[in-house]
């Protein structure tokens, strides 16, 4: 990493024991791997920055500002725990102050909030709280999305950092044929030990 480079924190947030253990067992040596090729910070959180009532864990990621460390960085990158990430998966993007840099989800339009990317300031800090507020207990990207959108923050970025996986959709051979980066099993059961061994057949 050369010294122009950002300050840059990669975070998952895993919690509970079935959870961590997949973790451990399917991720965690491809993302330290990613971030010590690339020179990024790494955080594994495996207790909530505090409780959420009503909402679930996936929440989570909002509460981030609250964390003592956060502003310390130039960029934060937060990553779903069932994330796989290919060995030759480049650098993150740069993304610009008051953007949240993401990729695009379902329609109508959402961002994915598996991988988001953003410079940690009082601007996105807001948006996050706003997100917050939403009522409901489990669709935390849809609540950001809207907040997002309502604001002009989105920033969409290379597909190839969020590869979306699924068995039973169209996208199933550009999954596995084209050269992705960071696999996401979508909490599929079955996907991520799938990926695990795609990735090690193709020496990826």
Aim: aromatic fraction near 14%; hydrophobic fraction near 40%.
């Amino acid at each position: 990493m050369n010294s122009s480079s950002p300050k840059t924190c990669v975070v998952s947030i895993v919690i509970g024991e079935a959870y961590l253990e997949n973790f451990n067992r399917m991720s965690r040596t491809r993302l330290e791997r990613y971030c010590e090729k690339h020179g990024y910070d790494l955080k594994i959180l495996t207790e909530p920055v505090r409780e959420l009532p009503g909402k679930k864990y996936t929440w989570q990621k909002l509460l981030l500002p609250e964390c003592g460390w956060w502003r310390d960085y130039d960029q934060i990158c937060f990553l779903d725990s069932d994330i796989l990430i290919a060995k030759d998966a480049p650098a993150l993007p740069m993304i610009p102050p008051g953007k949240i840099g993401g990729v695009p989800d379902k329609l109508p339009y959402q961002m994915n909030s598996g991988v988001l990317i953003y410079h940690p300031d009082d601007a996105i800090a807001d948006v996050f709280a706003e997100a917050l507020e939403d009522q409901d207990p489990f669709w935390d990207q849809k609540a950001l999305t809207r907040v997002m959108l309502h604001r002009r923050m989105e920033q969409p970025i290379d597909i190839r950092y969020n590869r979306q996986f699924y068995f039973k959709c169209w996208t199933l051979f550009s999954s596995l044929f084209r050269r992705q980066w960071f696999y996401h099993a979508c909490h599929g059961k079955i996907k991520l030990p799938f990926i695990s061994f795609w990735l090690r057949i193709t020496f990826r």
